[in-house]
């Protein structure tokens, strides 16, 4: 069997991002405020595994599982990606969510991104049929195909009906867990995108795209998750994409407070850095 090929490493130091033992659990409802993921302890995997008929021994699959996140948290995206895979559908939401962080950070190359969120797409869908109840069985297939889109352009992604993917995903998110503020925040996205490439008519008429409810979702993302330097970062990106330069001023502070913001974990920080750069580029 070939050796898998290392993926270029988290460039920050992981120290802070120190979440062994029983620190995980303590730190949890803070880390995932923004995804509503189930802290995976053995009851909770469990009913995965019935949800899923799979014979599988959940006190197993739970302590991988948060080994997973656990490394996904230090920046060992990696190794985050590998032991989701490695657990099937139960593993799905942590290897997506990892593959996608390192893929739009840290992956250079074009053919490489998507070659990464096609192998995301697969694993998503499969785990959105096995696991419908869940809301980030969802969220994560349109996460998935939403960095596809992107990759392939908005524009051969609405052609391919792709935006209809990502939109039922993101309502059965939202349907299942409410206060979901990256959903929130993709769905946002999902009507500035549409509107900046084809327009707020045809935007409208065809896909139900709407600059109103784009901004909406953005802002209750920020209600939600206040200190998510994501969810400053992608209002400052929906603005931009709904009414370009208008709305320069705006975007720009976005971006200044995800930047300020303390990261909880190496993806915050990805985020945290990525906002600084959006600054001192401008």
């Not at 705006?250 to 920080?269: H, I, T």
Request: net charge negative.
């Amino acid at each position: 069997m070939a050796k898998t090929k290392a993926w270029a490493e988290f460039p920050h130091d992981s120290k802070p991002f120190d979440y062994t033992g029983a620190k995980l659990e303590k730190a949890w409802a803070k880390l995932h405020a923004g995804d509503c993921e189930p802290f995976p302890d053995d009851a909770d995997v469990a009913g995965s595994v019935k949800a899923a008929k799979l014979s599988v021994d959940a006190a197993d699959a739970a302590a991988t599982l948060q080994e997973a996140w656990r490394a996904f948290h230090s920046g060992d995206f990696q190794q985050a990606f590998e032991l989701g895979e490695s657990l099937g559908v139960l593993g799905a939401s942590v290897a997506v969510k990892a593959g996608g962080i390192h893929g739009s950070h840290l992956l250079d190359s074009d053919a490489a991104k998507l070659k990464r969120y096609e192998q995301l797409v697969a694993l998503a869908e499969v785990a959105a049929q096995a696991l419908p109840k869940r809301a980030n069985s969802h969220f994560r297939r349109a996460f998935a195909i939403g960095r596809y889109s992107q990759s392939i352009s908005i524009a051969k992604a609405l052609t391919q009906g792709l935006a209809g993917k990502v939109k039922e995903s993101l309502d059965a998110t939202l349907k299942l867990a409410p206060k979901h503020a990256e959903a929130h925040t993709a769905l946002g996205l999902y009507h500035a995108e549409i509107i900046n490439k084809v327009g707020s008519m045809l935007g409208g008429l065809t896909y139900g795209a709407k600059a109103a409810t784009g901004e909406k979702h953005l802002a209750t993302a920020i209600e939600l998750t206040p200190d998510s330097p994501i969810a400053h970062i992608e209002y400052g990106n929906g603005l931009m994409l709904l009414y370009g330069d208008k709305r320069e001023d705006d975007a720009a502070a976005a971006y200044e407070r995800a930047g300020k913001l303390k990261p909880k974990d190496a993806m915050e920080k990805l985020d945290a850095e990525f906002a600084r750069s959006q600054i001192e580029d401008d």
